[in-house]
Each structure stands twice: as C-alpha cells, then as structure tokens.
C-alpha cells in the first residue's frame, strides 16, 4: 500500500564523495524526487549535475546514418532532442544527431528552470518497430528545486555505430564549481513522462527535417523543414502568417526563411536554407516564429559539427 520508495545512496568516486536520496513515485507520470549533497576531493575541469543519458542512431534531421546502414527503420531513437526551459523564459528546443565524432555543445543561462532529452515523436510509423517500441520510450524532465545559479546545460554527442550504445548525455554544468572540500547540496525532481510530455506555453518544434528539395544546392547550402504546432499557431488566420526569425552565426548566411500553413494540421512550416561558409568550423543555428512582437514558438536551436 506505499505510495512512494525511498533509496539512499552514497558516492565514492577518486574525484568526488557525495550522498543521495532518492523518492519514487509511480504513477501515469513517475516522479522521482532526488536531493544530494556532493564533496569534490580535487580540481576538476566539469561537474555535471542531474546527468541523463541517451541513444540517437538516426532521424528525420539525420537520415544518412540510417541509409548507410541499410536499415529499413525511418528512425531508431530514444530521445530527439534536448528541451531547456531557461530563467528567463526562454523556451529551446535542440534536435539530437549521430556525429561523425565527439561532439559537444552548450546552452549558457543564467539559470535553468527545466531541461530534458524527450521522445515528442510517438508515431509508431516513424519507426516502423514493433519490437523496440521507441514510439513508447520515455522522456525524462530535470526540474531544479532552487536557484541553481548561472551555469550551462552541456550536450555531449558521439559517434555509435548501432543502437546498443548510449552515445548522449545531457547534464547542468555550474558556472562556480565547488572548492575541494566544500559542500555542493541542491535537489531536483526527475519527471518521467509519455505521451503528454513537457510542453513550452508557446509553440513547439514537431520535426526537423534535413534534405534537399527539387532545386539544386549551391555549395554548402543546406536545407531545414521545421513543422510547428501549437494553440497559437493553430488559431491565427491562413492570410496572417508569422515571421521568421533567424540567426545563422558568422559561419553561415541565410539564402530563404519561408513560413507557410500547413493546411493538415493547422500548425506552420519554416523552410530554412542556409549556406555553410567555412565546413571546417562549427555553425549554431537559431530561428522562432513571431507576430510583431509577440513570440510565438520556442526557439529552435541546431549546432552543425564540423564537417
């Protein structure tokens, strides 16, 4: 007849010392309520605090490394991305990928209000597997008790040749680190949840898509479809489309920023072509949707490894 369990562990790492508790709480939506307090025993160059890992073989914004496969699967994924939900409002949204390599990028706040890697695809038909059931994997929600402080939430990505490696991870990385021997307690609540996951107020990205169309590319051009879906979006007339607005980086210029409706579902389609300038670098990509000036999405964020 308990509603909730309750697991104390200890840490013991060359590194850090630390001591847990964790509370779970089943239910449609399971919670776990985790408070910690951690003790570094030397310098260190990271700490990354409530850790969440992960598995991207391939996508809709990643195909190719499920062509090369030859997998018969449209996605093999756990998670799609990377949501954060900042201090100040902001909601983002990045889309996870199979690198050619380590890659690891960051989203600097001052200060985090949620992040999660979340599964928003749960159409069997995007994964045609009746075996894995990743249109049924969980996404899992970060929300910090407390002020946290200024710090940022790191994504770590790697190359995996398969499916049976986790190659993300998803963590808060403080902008203060502790000194050796001082106390670092904070808590947090892990949110574990399915088909009604943690949406922005605001709109949301459904899909990300990476491909060319009819035209021909010009060297470097790249092509994004963004699919947004919404009760704001939904509600504006056919003839009132939003506008776009793009940020591209200094490594990239952006060639079209085109929204229109799509008239099956209601939500709005950003067509986004942009040209790489130096494929040696990085390019961090950033677009949203907005009425005058009034926001209508999250902010899509998409970081481009070097190629």
Do not use: C
Request: proline letters at 9%.
């Amino acid at each position: 007849g308990a509603s909730a369990l309750t697991v104390y562990a200890l840490l013991n790492g060359p590194r850090v010392a630390g001591a847990y508790r964790f509370v779970f709480k089943p239910g449609t939506q399971t919670e776990v309520e985790v408070a910690a307090r951690l003790y570094l025993r030397g310098p260190v160059a990271t700490l990354g605090l409530a850790p969440l890992t992960s598995m991207y073989l391939g996508g809709e914004n990643d195909p190719a490394s499920l062509h090369a496969l030859g997998d018969f699967r449209p996605e093999v994924h756990d998670s799609d991305g990377l949501q954060v939900h900042s201090a100040d409002g902001e909601w983002l949204w990045r889309p996870l990928q199979n690198p050619p390599g380590t890659f690891v990028t960051s989203l600097v706040l001052r200060g985090v209000r949620g992040f999660g890697l979340m599964q928003r695809d749960r159409r069997f038909a995007s994964y045609e597997d009746p075996e894995a059931h990743y249109h049924r994997r969980p996404s899992v929600w970060i929300e910090p008790q407390g002020d946290w402080g200024p710090g940022r939430v790191e994504l770590l990505q790697f190359a995996t040749p398969d499916e049976t490696h986790d190659n993300v991870a998803a963590y808060w990385v403080p902008e203060r680190l502790p000194a050796p021997g001082e106390p670092l307690a904070y808590a947090y609540t892990m949110r574990w949840q399915g088909d009604a996951w943690q949406r922005p107020p605001v709109g949301w990205v459904e899909q990300t898509r990476l491909g060319r169309s009819h035209a021909e590319p010009l060297a470097g051009e790249l092509q994004f479809t963004l699919d947004h879906a919404g009760a704001a979006l939904d509600a504006l007339p056919d003839d009132a489309a939003p506008q776009a607005d793009v940020n591209a980086g200094d490594n990239a210029r952006v060639l079209l920023a085109n929204v229109q409706r799509l008239p099956h579902s209601r939500g709005w389609r950003l067509t986004l072509k942009i040209q790489r300038l130096d494929p040696s670098r990085p390019v961090e990509l950033r677009a949203y949707l907005r009425r005058g000036d009034d926001v209508l999405t999250e902010t899509w964020t998409y970081a481009l490894p070097p190629s």
